[in-house]
């Protein structure tokens, strides 16, 4: 192992070969996406090529894929709220969840005994507003918990997506208010759908991770012929990044791209775990400061890690000021190009590009005129105030 220190960031060279093959699978993507593809409010969100960056910075492609517009959520969250509150709902009315669509919940009597079905979860923002929404569109409740020092702007987002409550825990770091929902659920009678796991609480967490692969295969059929070289992806439990990076190593098998995770300095708890010897979890302890939100966790995801720790060649840990800098520059790109994205979606951006700029980044992680690079942008402006802070300068 081997750590690349520059102004603002550090890159951790793991020298790992990624091994072929993972649970997260074309066939756990194809089933979520059919199950999107039934929502009416689906649609595909962009592969924006940002063709100028490419050239600037000396490669073949940079694509981006832009989740600033996930079903009005302004997130890619929805994805896997949506995935397992409707792989939860299908056992309750004995429904096949390989073959059951939204339409299949409308009906009078399945609308009745979805009514009095009540969910809760802990967020950092947008995975609480996905279940609160999926909650809603099932006819369903959900309760939702925020961290200490949430924006309020993110709260009340979670209201409006349609949760019977949405509460900031005083005192609370996001792994506390993950332990709060779990005793809450517990208490209560609630289902529990929460976008990490432990032992005992994996389902759930497993059927999340393969909500997400919606954007995978979105993004492989949008690609076409095009394969890329180089993926970074950025984590906060690492369960998006780890489904994504599972599902382009079964996908992308003859031709495996090279992984690379990015979190905040101040949150690298999959940084951290890889550079443990035993391949075990490290947790951060405190409570880290970030604009990265959605990044600011502090333990990894159980049922994803093996998935990472096994395939990813490189870890990226990083100032506020590098995801600062990307959200100027997507903000600020001609037309087409141009993307709304947030603190938590910029970062691999701003890294990919720091990497770019710098020939001796570029020759560890093997990157050429020739590469292809492939990107994320996991929000939008999903903190107004936060984002116009940050785009004006
Ligand atoms: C916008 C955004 N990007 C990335 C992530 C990271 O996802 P995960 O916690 O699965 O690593 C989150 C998590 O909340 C998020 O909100």
Redesign the pocket.
């Known amino acids: 192992m081997k750590e690349i220190r520059t102004k603002n960031m550090i890159l951790l060279s793991t020298g790992r070969e990624a091994c072929p093959g993972s649970p997260f699978d074309r066939e756990a993507a194809a089933n979520a996406l059919r199950f999107h593809e039934s929502l009416p409010m689906y649609g595909r969100t962009r592969l924006v090529s940002l063709k100028s960056a490419a050239e600037e910075l000396g490669v073949k492609a940079i694509f981006l894929k832009d989740e600033s517009t996930r079903f009005g959520l302004k ?3 929805g994805l896997g709220g949506s995935y397992a509150v409707f792989r939860v709902l299908c056992g309750r009315l004995g429904l096949d969840p390989h073959k059951a669509v939204y339409s299949d919940f409308l009906t009078e009597e399945n609308r009745q005994k979805c009514a009095d079905y009540v969910f809760a979860t802990a ?5 609480g507003k996905g279940v609160a929404w999926a909650a809603k569109l099932f006819g369903c409740k959900a309760y939702v918990f925020l961290p200490d020092g949430s924006a309020e702007a993110r709260r009340k987002a979670i209201e409006d997506a349609g949760a019977q409550e949405a509460v900031i825990c005083s005192g609370l770091n996001y792994d506390k208010t993950v332990q709060h929902a779990r005793r809450m659920a517990e208490e209560n009678g609630w289902t529990l759908v929460q ?2 796991s432990w032992e005992g609480y994996e389902q759930i967490p497993q059927w999340i991770v393969e909500g997400y692969l919606t954007m995978g295969a979105e993004i492989c059929e949008q690609l076409g012929k095009m394969s890329p070289t180089h993926v970074f992806l ?8 780890g489904g994504i990076l599972g599902y382009l190593a079964d996908v992308c098998a003859d031709r495996e791209p090279v992984f690379t995770i990015v979190e905040p300095t101040e949150a690298a708890c999959l940084y951290e775990s890889a550079k443990t010897e035993d391949g075990s979890i490290r947790s951060i302890e405190g409570d880290p400061v970030t604009i990265m ?3 600011n ?1 502090g333990t990894p ?1 159980s049922v994803i890690w093996p998935t990472i720790r096994d395939r990813a060649g490189f870890y990226c840990k990083c100032a506020d000021e590098v995801t600062e800098n990307a959200m100027q520059m997507l903000a600020r790109f001609p037309e087409e190009e141009c993307v709304t994205s ?1 603190e ?2 910029a970062v691999t951006f701003g890294v990919a590009a720091e990497i770019l700029r710098d020939a001796r980044l570029r020759e560890e992680m093997g990157i050429d005129r020739e590469s292809v690079i492939l990107l994320i942008s ?2 939008g402006d ?1 903190d107004p105030a936060g984002y116009r802070r940050v785009v004006n300068g």
């Open positions: 997130a890619f969250k967020t950092d923002g947008n995975h976008d990490t950025q984590a906060g439990v690492g369960a998006m990044a939100a959605g990044l966790c995801c947030g938590s979606g996991t929000e999903t």
